[in-house]
């Protein structure tokens, strides 16, 4: 099956910094979504991107499904920012959505 | 109604019983997803139901677990016999397709004591 990697598994920042974080897959994919899991466990999604590029606020992200990897970019990030990013992403031959390990991500004040 | 709504929020069982979990998708929403999560691991995939298509179990652990939905509405896992492995909170999910964005509930806390 598909395989989902993100990087990098941990990330520290303060407060205000810009961050980049990673996911790869193995294979073609019609279905990609990138969720913040907050410390209380509720999973918000962010974005639906199989492809190209969208903005919401201070977070953004970008889909190049031909070189199979996708980048969300978090700007001036803030204490409320920290949880666990998680990657999914479905595949063109079945209705399983398959998610990364996640980046976990604490921001510092 | 305005989210996926799941209950019960926490459920403490004794092992070797069952239990049933039942999850409200978003009205219209054809797609309903049911993930496990273990304590600080990712989302493992259980089971997908689109509207009146045969569901993709592929990703029930053993044939303990069983889930059923009704046309496009309430969904509800069962596990038999539980085990200590089963403790972890399930999570259900809901989209107005496949190739759409989820929306999830807030989960179902199972504890096998």
């Known amino acids: 099956g598909i395989q989902v990697e993100q990087s990098p598994p941990d990330l520290i920042l303060q407060e205000g910094a810009n961050s980049t974080l990673r996911c790869n897959f193995s294979d073609s994919v019609n279905n990609l979504q990138w969720f913040h899991q907050n410390p209380w466990g509720q999973l918000i999604n962010l974005f639906y991107?199989?492809?190209g590029t969208k903005q919401n606020g201070r977070l953004s992200a970008t889909t190049v499904a031909t070189e199979r990897y996708s980048l969300l970019y978090i700007s001036s990030s803030q204490t409320t920012d920290s949880g666990v990013y998680f990657c999914a992403v479905g595949n063109t031959g079945g209705f399983k959505t398959i998610f990364g390990a996640g980046t976990r991500l604490f921001v510092k004040a | 109604g305005a989210g996926v709504s799941q209950s019960p929020s926490n459920k403490v069982t004794e092992k070797g019983k069952d239990v049933e979990l039942r999850c409200d998708p978003i009205?219209?929403?054809?797609?309903l997803y049911w993930y496990r999560q273990r304590l600080g691991q990712g989302l493992e995939f259980l089971i997908y139901?689109?509207?009146?298509?045969?569901?993709?179990k592929s990703g029930l652990p053993s044939d303990r677990f069983s889930a059923e939905r009704t046309g496009e509405s309430v969904s509800t896992l069962t596990i038999q016999r539980t085990q200590q492995e089963d403790s972890a909170v399930y999570l259900c999910?809901?989209?107005?397709?496949?190739?759409?964005?989820?929306?999830f509930g807030s989960g179902t806390r199972l504890t096998v004591v």
């Open positions: 999910a809901s989209s107005p397709a496949f190739v759409a964005g989820y929306t």
């Open positions: 139901f689109q509207g009146n298509s045969a569901p993709d």
């Open positions: 991107i199989p492809s």
């Open positions: 009205s219209g929403h054809t797609a």
